[in-house]
């Protein structure tokens, strides 16, 4: 774009890439106090923190994660080994590779942090490189296990104070029956699932008439319909009565819809069966929050049963993660104001040092440099360490 890099102007080396930015003060500190915040959160649930490494063999990276993550993953050459290797788009299947890696017998509780990195953003306003915060549950089958994941996704916005909170639930083992018995190609299924993930009924009812099947003709058309209230979930037993696979999916929906809507009243819960987002790549419920003023979800997640297989390990898997950067900016909390500093003069005076030294255990004191003006720090501070009578170091309130 700018040719030779010897060509560049002062003013272009300080362009970043388009989506990638970084935090400057005060919001890089508050964004770690939200860290800190948040990592507490999910300690006190007994969820046990993991750091995965930021680049991983290609292999190990994208294992069962579908063509979505690898059209998302920036893939190097390792010099040392000539390996194909990515820069992880996502952290859940690097949850998976080391839940597998423990071989511990029923649950286990992960959580993570990290930064990621992703070709594309997922619009012109989101990120290319989130901070990804999430937690995942292996070993647990039954439902309570997304009923904890969604609750917990649930209390990491409310710690944030999110409001107001829609949040869409949905099944893709739904999908996956009809794709099966609608025995379409794979080109006409894949322009399916994007019809379906936009409700563009025309293409929709244009493919459905591929369809030999009439009544998988009816489910498909019925689809875009199904979106709404809880109230859609009868609507879904009319329409799938002979459908007992489909049947126990809309159970799951029913219990976790009904636990949730219980533990949350302020939380809008709205039924979508054409919420496909993932569909390579989960294997059961789904669901996605939503709040005022951002065009995609805050918070995401579902089941993944299996993804581990590869490591060796098929564990029941569920989870939900977070753009950290995009919960802080949405979010309402009130930041305290940051307290501010203690000025310390240019002295190279011992009793000085030790009295400085003395204050930063609890306090943020500014030693002025040799060759710098007092003035320029007193903004930044409301104390000043001052000799008194007795030639002790105090502090002072500035004037």
């Not at 915060?133 to 070993?139: A, I, P």
């Not at 809880?230 to 999916?249: D, N």
């Not at 039924?271 to 059961?284: A, Q």
């Not at 501010?340 to 009793?351: G, V």
Request: aromatic fraction near 6%.
């Amino acid at each position: 774009m700018f040719g030779d890099p010897g060509s560049l102007s002062a003013s272009d080396l300080w362009l970043l890439p388009d989506g990638v930015e970084e935090l400057l003060p005060p919001e890089a500190s508050r964004v770690e106090e939200l860290r800190r915040r948040l990592l507490d959160l999910y300690h006190s649930w007994g969820y046990e923190l993991i750091v995965p490494p930021l680049l991983e063999y290609l292999e190990s990276l994208l294992t069962g994660a579908g063509r979505d993550l690898e059209l998302q993953t920036f893939k190097v050459t390792d010099q040392l080994t000539g390996r194909m290797m990515g820069v992880r788009a996502d952290m859940t299947p690097q949850a998976s590779r080391i839940d597998a890696r423990s071989q511990r017998a029923g649950a286990n509780r992960l959580c993570y942090l990290g930064s990621v990195l992703r070709t594309k953003a997922q619009n012109m306003l989101s990120s290319r490189s989130p901070i990804q915060t999430g937690c995942e549950l292996f070993g647990i089958a039954d439902t309570a296990a997304d009923i904890e994941i969604i609750s917990l996704m649930l209390e990491t916005l409310r710690l944030t104070q999110v409001s107001p909170i829609h949040m869409d639930l949905a099944h893709v083992g739904i999908y996956q029956l009809i794709q099966k018995r609608a025995a379409l190609s794979p080109h006409d299924s894949q322009l399916l699932l994007a019809a379906l993930r936009h409700k563009a009924v025309p293409e929709i009812n244009d493919i459905a008439g591929r369809i030999v099947d009439l009544k998988v003709q009816e489910y498909v058309r019925a689809l875009p319909r199904l979106s709404g209230g809880l109230e859609k979930l009868s609507e879904a037993r009319e329409l799938f009565s002979g459908e007992a696979e489909v049947l126990a999916a809309l159970d799951e929906m029913l219990k976790v819809s009904e636990v949730v809507a219980a533990r949350y009243p302020e939380v809008e819960i709205c039924i979508d069966l054409c919420e496909l987002r993932g569909f390579n790549y989960h294997t059961g419920l789904v669901f996605a929050a939503y709040t005022t003023g951002m065009g995609q979800a805050i918070a995401q997640g579902g089941r993944y049963d299996g993804v581990g297989r590869e490591f060796g390990s098929a564990r029941p898997a569920t989870g939900f993660s977070v753009d950290l950067k995009a919960l802080f900016r949405q979010g309402q909390t009130t930041w305290e104001q940051e307290s501010k500093a203690i000025f310390a003069p240019d002295d190279s005076d011992p009793a000085l040092w030790a009295k400085i030294s003395e204050l930063r255990v609890s306090e943020r004191v500014i030693q002025l440099m040799p060759g710098e003006l007092r003035e320029q720090w007193i903004p930044y501070c409301d104390r000043e360490l001052v000799k008194d009578d007795t030639g002790s170091w105090v502090v002072n309130k500035l004037a």
